[in-house]
């Protein structure tokens, strides 16, 4: 699988184009990058966000105490460092020294304080879960209490606060701040009284932000048009170098191309399709990398109509005899990467040695079906006590080419499947209820920055319809071992969070998600970014894109 960045080279290079965009003896300020993109941003507030569009723009005004590393995912300091209790339950920060708001105020503790509370009150937002653990927010959200008790602010020191959490959880440092839930106090601060309700909700300011924390702070607001922002001249990381940052919303993929060849737009994230006509613009970059999600088969293990899919050697057959380089090739042009356990291969969480590939290899495929029991017929397809190795297979309109090539393939290994389209919403709506409708299904999963997988694979996230329980862990999957080594990432006995004890306990688990192939983990889209060659300073990766954005300049 490819870990690094890949950078796709063009075609017979214009070299006189080329030598006059080298880069300058020092980056130039000013200018205008535009971004496109088809959908419209709906929220420039932090607390209401639950769109990627919005929460991109919304992250150029608005900055975090971590940030990730574009690379590695690994979790490092932004505007505060931190440090941790030995029993793992206290977090301890310091706000940077020169960090301050575009007003020239500075960015104290209280901010954030501001930002918990308000989450707490909104009856809009859908953050409530990252705080739970904090001492005192299930009270401050149920109206039962005034503060929050495990949030405590140095007296001396405005800077230094601590939260302190019913319980070691280590997603904490991403979950709780990880968000741009630091809010300027001086503009949120009166939605955030112990007599405020939920006004946060319809506040004028979520959508008109006065104050920026971040490279850049808002100039206008066209909705359905474009959002643009201008450069902070007091962004405490110093002021970026471009005048403006500018979200454009575009019509389809058609006029995003042409706007990318005109010109008119600086950058945006394109079809597989439009690669090999944008690679040959001179003018334009075309940088690719994994995107931080996947494209996947599930089974279900726990499967009535079906208990085959309990097999482990039938999931491994499974994976065996599918040629995911001919589904990458034909559904994404090539523009993918395989997957064979459910990490991002560049995160820090990610094991090094000990994957099976599970390279296409159907007489292995095979040859592991027989040692589950089973012989072929006279139609070709392998049975067992009578019953023929059937799938009930069904995917969402999106992923209907990725269907054809899964029931090809399985016919070749002598498993027929019987395949169907659903729409996404009813598909979603039996999965996560429960329901025993479906044996096998194609869906995709946004994978989360921090490698927690607990949401995908607890034995309390299996769905229960008859107890009207939902949950994401459609399949039904789990195991003792799996469970101790979530446990041990996340809510560890000893409270040590440390990076170092966390990559061991999520090793484990993606080990153990490779053997068991509870998933064929499928594959990961790449993003292909196109910018014009003149934007400087530009180096995406899976876990980010604009980390650096300070830093992008334009060349003349």
């Known amino acids: 699988m ?49 769109d990627a569009i919005s929460a991109n723009v919304a992250g150029r005004i608005y900055e975090s105490l971590v940030r990730v590393d574009p690379r590695t995912g690994e979790i490092k300091p932004n505007l505060g460092s931190w440090s941790v209790s030995t029993d793992g339950r206290t977090y301890t920060w310091e706000i940077a020294r020169t960090a301050s708001w575009s007003d020239g105020k500075p960015i104290v503790a209280n901010d954030l304080l ?60 991403m979950n709780a701040f990880g968000g741009n839930f630091v809010l300027p106090t001086q503009v949120f601060g009166r939605y955030a009284t112990a007599e405020s309700r939920d006004e946060i909700d319809v506040a004028p300011e979520n959508d008109a932000p006065t104050v920026a924390s971040g490279p850049f702070k808002l100039g206008e607001w066209k909705k359905g048009d ?19 940052y500018v979200y454009k919303v575009v019509a389809d993929s058609t006029v995003l191309a042409q706007g990318l060849k005109s010109g008119r737009l600086t950058y945006a994230t394109i079809e597989a399709k439009d690669h090999d006509e944008l690679v040959k613009v001179p003018a334009l970059r075309v940088t690719e990398y994994p995107q931080l999600s996947e494209s996947y088969i599930g089974w279900n293990v726990k499967s009535p109509a079906l208990p085959a899919l309990g097999d482990k050697r039938i999931r491994q057959a499974l994976a065996y005899g599918l040629d995911l380089d001919l589904v990458i090739g034909t559904a994404l042009l090539g523009h993918g990467t395989k997957l064979v356990t459910q990490v991002p291969t560049a995160s820090w969480a990610a094991p090094r040695s000990g994957l099976e590939p599970y390279a296409f290899d159907r007489a292995k495929a095979e040859g592991l079906i027989r040692a589950a029991g089973y012989a ?28 054809q090539i899964v029931v090809e393939q399985y016919r070749a290994i002598g498993v027929r499947v019987a395949a169907r389209v659903e729409t996404f919403e009813l598909m979603a709506d039996q999965l996560q209820t429960g329901s025993q409708a479906f044996q096998a299904w194609i869906l995709g999963w946004t994978l989360p920055v921090d490698p927690d997988p607990y949401t995908f694979w607890s034995a309390s996230g299996i769905p229960d319809a008859k107890a009207r329980k939902t949950g994401y862990n459609f399949g039904s999957f789990t195991s003792p071992e799996l469970e101790q080594a979530m446990t041990d990432g996340r809510t560890p006995a000893n409270g040590d969070c440390s990076l170092a004890a966390r990559k061991k306990a999520y090793e484990a688990v993606y080990r153990i998600l490779n053997d068991e192939q509870p998933y064929n983990f499928g594959y990961s889209p790449n993003v292909i970014a196109v910018t014009q060659r003149s934007l400087r300073e530009f180096a995406p990766d899976t876990f980010g894109t604009y980390w650096n954005i300070e830093k992008w300049w334009l060349q003349p």
């Open 226 to 244: 474009q959002v643009v922002l201008e450069r902070n001249a007091n962004y405490w990381r110093g002021a970026p170098l471009l005048d403006q």
């Open 2 to 50: 490819a870990t690094a960045l890949i950078v796709a080279t063009c075609t017979a290079p214009d070299l006189r184009q080329e030598a006059s965009l080298r880069p300058s003896a020092s980056p130039v300020v000013g200018g205008r990058f535009v971004e496109g993109g088809f959908s419209d941003v709906r929220t420039l507030q932090p607390v209401l966000l639950n």
């Open 376 to 403: 072929k017929g006279a139609d070709g397809i392998y049975e067992k006590e009578g019953r023929p190795l059937a799938i009930s297979l069904v995917a969402n309109e999106s992923r209907d080419r990725f269907l």
């Open 114 to 173: 501001t930002g918990i509370t308000l989450v707490a009150k909104s009856k809009r937002t859908v953050w409530k879960p990252n705080f739970a653990d904090v001492l005192g927010f299930p009270e401050l959200a149920s109206g039962t209490a005034g503060s929050l008790t495990g949030f405590r602010i140095d007296p001396t020191d405005q800077k230094k606060f601590s939260v302190t959490f019913g319980r070691v959880f280590c997603p904490a440092l």
